[in-house]
Nanobody, 120 residues
């Protein structure tokens, strides 16, 4: 079955960096767009970034563009999110999700999440 396992979250100060990773299994990773989504306390799921199956196309929500970088390694079935210049408003549980902008939110394939907390 589809498994997505995130790691790399933590508690950091504003302006710091973190790299999130996701290990995928149970499906042909290179056939799918992949995304990162997040959920802040008391709020719904929010799309963050997506990458095409080949890795040649990426997109970001406006509030993270220029600070976050999504990338993937199809040989290792891993998805990553490099987060620089973190802000308190980036505090959330971050999930790796199969699919692009729509499927990552509406679909059922997400990991268990990793907590990112940014203090001011």
């Amino acid at each position: 079955q589809v498994q997505l396992v995130e790691s790399g979250g933590g508690l950091v100060q504003s302006g710091s960096s973190l790299r999130l990773s996701c290990e995928a299994s149970g499906f042909i990773f290179s056939n799918y767009w992949m995304s990162w989504v997040r959920q802040a306390p008391g709020k719904g799921l929010e799309w963050v970034s997506s990458i095409s199956n080949s890795g040649t196309s990426v997109n970001y929500r406006d509030t993270v563009e220029g600070r976050f970088t999504i990338f993937r390694d199809n040989a290792k079935n891993t998805l990553s999110l490099q987060m620089n210049g973190l802000k308190p408003e980036d505090t959330a549980v971050y999930y790796c999700a199969r699919g692009g902008v729509t499927d990552s939110i509406r679909g059922n394939y997400r990991g268990q999440g990793t907590q990112v907390t940014v203090s001011s």
